[in-house]
């Protein structure tokens, strides 16, 4: 099994600022989209005034966003990729079975940035968007999903990943990665993580003790290969209940 750590939603350099924490609860704003790519309002989300707060006033209700990845009412999870990044994935061989652990960049009223884990999706089946089908190109495209609406690589690799998941109805202290007190980049992480290894993470100096990662500044996908560890599984399945709770 192989463990996706996915950078979503806005930051300071995507949108301006970092997704709002509101009564509790981490409320992740989808990116900013360019012309041609979304048909989706931050409004349409009900997200507009939270745009409108994190952009300083730079996004609003009439803006138009990247809406993925997407979580349907019934459990169904789509996430698409595209350009260098689904390279990467493809590269390091993610595909069905494997789970994609959604974190970002939120704050609390008062609190300071940090990047905490917010959903997941349990892939299911892996789709290139250029020789899908048209009549169920044209489904996903009635949802608004926007590798659907127009490819977004120029190399053509824009990629489905489908299957179940959900998104944490808390910002709970188990699924927050930044150290308490810490820039966002200082993460705690499970040990076995260092001993297996993360994508973008190869310098030494990055794991700066057990237990504790410098996480890169950029970068989207970022790719653990667990094999079979029960260590491993088991930490993912409680933050898929965490997630569920």
Same mark, same amino acid.
């Not at 790519?37 to 989706?40: A, V």
């Given at each position: 099994?192989?463990?996706?750590?996915?950078?979503?939603g806005?930051?300071?350099?995507?949108?301006?600022?970092?997704?709002?924490?509101?009564?509790?609860r981490?409320v #992740?704003?989808?990116?900013?989209a360019?012309?041609g790519?979304?048909?989706?309002t931050?409004?349409?989300?009900?997200l507009g005034?939270?745009?409108?707060?994190?952009?300083?006033?730079r996004l609003?209700?009439?803006?138009?966003?990247?809406?993925?990845?997407?979580?349907?009412?019934?459990?169904? +999870?789509?996430?698409?990729?595209?350009?260098?990044?689904?390279?990467?994935?493809?590269?390091?061989?993610?595909?069905?079975?494997?789970?994609f652990l959604?974190f970002?960049?939120?704050?609390?009223e008062?609190?300071?940035?940090?990047?905490?884990?917010?959903?997941?999706?349990?892939?299911?089946?892996?789709?290139?968007?250029? #020789?899908?089908d048209?009549?169920?190109?044209?489904?996903?495209?009635?949802?608004?999903?926007?590798?659907a609406l127009?490819?977004?690589?120029?190399?053509g690799?824009?990629?489905?990943?489908?299957?179940?998941?959900?998104?944490?109805?808390?910002?709970?202290?188990?699924l927050?990665?930044?150290?308490?007190?810490?820039?966002?980049?200082?993460?705690? +992480?499970?040990?076995?993580?260092?001993?297996?290894?993360?994508?973008?993470?190869?310098?030494?100096?990055?794991w700066?003790?057990?237990?504790?990662?410098?996480?890169?500044?950029?970068?989207?996908?970022f790719?653990?290969? +667990?094999?079979?560890?029960?260590?491993?599984?088991?930490? +993912?399945?409680?933050?898929?209940?965490?997630m569920?709770?």
């Open positions: 099994m192989r463990i996706v750590f996915s950078r979503k806005f930051d300071s350099a995507s949108g301006g600022g970092p997704s709002p924490i509101v009564a509790g981490p #992740t704003l989808p990116i900013p360019g012309a790519l979304s048909h989706t931050y409004g349409a989300l009900g005034d939270h745009a409108a707060k994190a952009s300083r006033g609003g209700a009439e803006s138009l966003c990247h809406h993925d990845p997407m979580f349907r009412d019934d459990g169904q +999870v789509l996430l698409g990729q595209c350009g260098a990044a689904q390279t990467h994935l493809a590269n390091r061989g993610v595909g069905a079975g494997d789970v959604f970002g960049l939120f704050r609390e008062a609190g300071k940035p940090h990047h905490r884990l917010f959903g997941f999706l349990r892939v299911e089946e892996v789709l290139p968007l250029a #020789t899908m048209s009549a169920r190109k044209a489904e996903l495209a009635a949802l608004g999903f926007p590798h127009a490819l977004h690589a120029s190399n690799n824009d990629t489905l990943y489908l299957g179940r998941g959900g998104q944490a109805s808390r910002a709970s202290d188990a927050r990665l930044t150290e308490e007190g810490a820039s966002p980049t200082n993460w705690r +992480v499970p040990e076995w993580l260092g001993e297996v290894g993360l994508s973008y993470h190869h310098k030494p100096e990055r700066t003790m057990p237990g504790q990662l410098k996480s890169v500044a950029r970068g989207q996908e790719v653990a290969d +667990v094999g079979e560890r029960d260590d491993a599984r088991r930490w +993912v399945e409680t933050l898929v209940a965490e569920d709770a």
